[in-house]
């Protein structure tokens, strides 16, 4: 799946604190599928977020969002996850929901801004993020253009590929 940033997302807040671990949302060592894992996601730290979870859905948190063992969000993706905003993240984290592609941003404050089940604008073009409900916004930093390319192109290895493809003639 590939992501145009430049497209605005809107959706409902489902809101986190801080140093929610990489285990409780990707609980892969209790559940060996992708469909029972989408079943248990994040039932750590709210239980109802696997039954209740709809696409289109954003994740706001806290500091050192996606701390631990650095499991991939795949998963949130999987369960219709359409965003990631957080006040920081785990460095790994952060590294693997972009090669996926799944759009995640750094915003500071971004948890005094909106609360649980408002709906959030994230307008990536005009670098901000918005509560719709308020209409107050904060700043989003952009990523640098080669982090563009990897949403636009549907992740790190669609990327890979087409550079392959691209530059040996295939």
Request: with cysteine; hydrophobic share 40%.
């Amino acid at each position: 799946m590939n992501y145009d940033l430049n497209t605005p997302i809107r959706g409902r807040i489902w809101k986190f604190g801080d140093s929610v671990d990489s285990d409780s949302i990707n609980p892969y060592y209790l559940f060996p599928t992708m469909e029972e894992l989408k079943l248990h996601t994040l039932e750590a730290f709210r239980p109802e977020f696997p039954r209740e979870v709809e696409r289109g859905d954003i994740i706001v948190a806290g500091r050192n969002f996606g701390c631990g063992s650095h499991r991939p969000g795949l998963v949130l993706r999987e369960v219709g996850v359409a965003a990631i905003v957080v006040e920081s993240a785990a460095r790994l984290f952060l590294r693997n929901n972009i090669a996926l592609p799944l759009p995640i941003f750094i915003v500071p404050g971004v948890t005094a801004l909106i609360e649980d089940h408002q709906t959030m604008e994230i307008d990536y073009a005009a670098g901000i993020v918005r509560n719709a409900a308020t209409g107050e916004i904060l700043p989003l930093r952009k990523y640098p253009a080669m982090i563009e390319d990897i949403f636009l192109s549907g992740g790190l290895p669609s990327l890979a590929r087409q550079r392959y493809l691209r530059e040996t003639g295939h």
